[in-house]
């Protein structure tokens, strides 16, 4: 999976007494009795701390604008969604720069990828609950919610993408020419009227985390925005070894049990389509990262592949 992608953004290292200056806005005379560095993750630094009475998570922000969805979303699905409660949010110099400081409830918990490397499939429990929970999110109305944004459709998406020349060259011209034969074999599906549902954007496995009882918490809500529901669901199937026919159907079966509006039958084709375009936009930033841009470029050929199959 991403474990071993290199990370671009640096970490922000702090001491104990750093630490606890960021914690005092929380109570001024907190009593910090350890933390600990957690390294998963790309962007964003994340620590677990432990004051005398609670266990806390601590996120020092890489991006103050995208820090902005994150809290929105807890505001508006705090009770619809589980994820971790969010206790405060405010800004802080921390190395001499200005950052985005969130404290969280920590929650003792493993990863969806973790999960699944352990058990090499999600339990039908799981795959249901994971279902439900996307079925509850893209039933909100979002006409009345603001500061939202608006996400581009799946043609503007590659329009713009296949024009990167960074993601050209990385891909090759063999590759570029099996994606142009995907896009013209789904042309019609490219260019289906723009989706308005609320949607996290960047619900891979290695952003949900569970606790020993399986119940599922959802992370990570900086790109929340208004748009195509597939984006999640190709996200989530990202990694299809690790999901059989059977999971599919349950998948399917129980969001549309609880969804306002049913997936469409070529739904797995709809998410493989999303799933590419998320992938072509990492594979076009200018990051020197062999391991991550090889992962990716594989990854794209492996979904060019199953879309020429079907």
């Not at 993601?167 to 099996?178: A, E, H, P, T």
């Not at 999303?274 to 072509?280: G, K």
């Amino acid at each position: 999976m991403e474990k071993n992608w290199e990370r671009f953004v640096k970490v922000e290292k702090v001491n104990i007494g750093e630490v606890t200056d960021i914690m005092k806005n929380m109570e001024k005379d907190i009593k910090i009795t350890g933390y600990k560095l957690i390294s998963k993750g790309q962007r964003n630094t994340n620590y677990m701390v432990n004051t005398l009475t609670d266990k806390l998570f601590l996120r020092i922000c890489a991006d103050e604008n995208l820090s902005k969805n994150e809290e929105a979303a807890f505001k508006i699905l705090k009770e619809k969604i589980t994820m971790p409660r969010l206790v405060l949010t405010f800004s802080q110099i921390v190395k001499s720069q200005k950052k985005r400081i969130m404290i969280y409830e920590y929650i003792d918990s493993i990863t969806g990828d973790e999960y699944l490397e352990k058990n090499n499939r999600f339990s039908e429990k799981l795959l249901k609950n994971i279902a439900f929970i996307l079925a509850e999110l893209h039933n909100i109305k979002i006409l009345s919610l603001k500061g939202i944004n608006s996400l581009p459709s799946l043609k503007e998406c590659f329009e713009m993408l296949m024009e990167n020349s960074v993601l050209r060259q990385r891909m090759g011209i063999d590759s570029m020419k099996k994606l142009n034969a995907v896009i013209g074999k789904y042309k019609e599906e490219i260019e289906k009227k723009r989706e308005n549902f609320l949607v996290h954007c960047d619900f891979k496995t290695s952003n949900l985390i569970m606790d020993k009882d399986e119940k599922i918490y959802v992370t990570d809500w900086e790109y929340l925005g208004c748009g195509n529901r597939y984006f999640d669901i190709g996200l989530f199937f990202r990694y299809k070894n690790y999901f059989t026919k059977k999971d599919m159907e349950i998948f399917c079966e129980e969001y549309n049990r609880n969804a306002e509006i049913s997936l469409d039958e070529n739904w797995i084709e709809m998410g493989v389509l999303c799933n590419i375009v998320s992938l072509m936009e990492m594979l076009s930033r200018e990051e020197d990262a062999f391991e991550k841009n090889n992962d990716i470029k594989n990854l794209i050929e492996k979904e060019i592949k199953f879309l020429i199959e079907k």
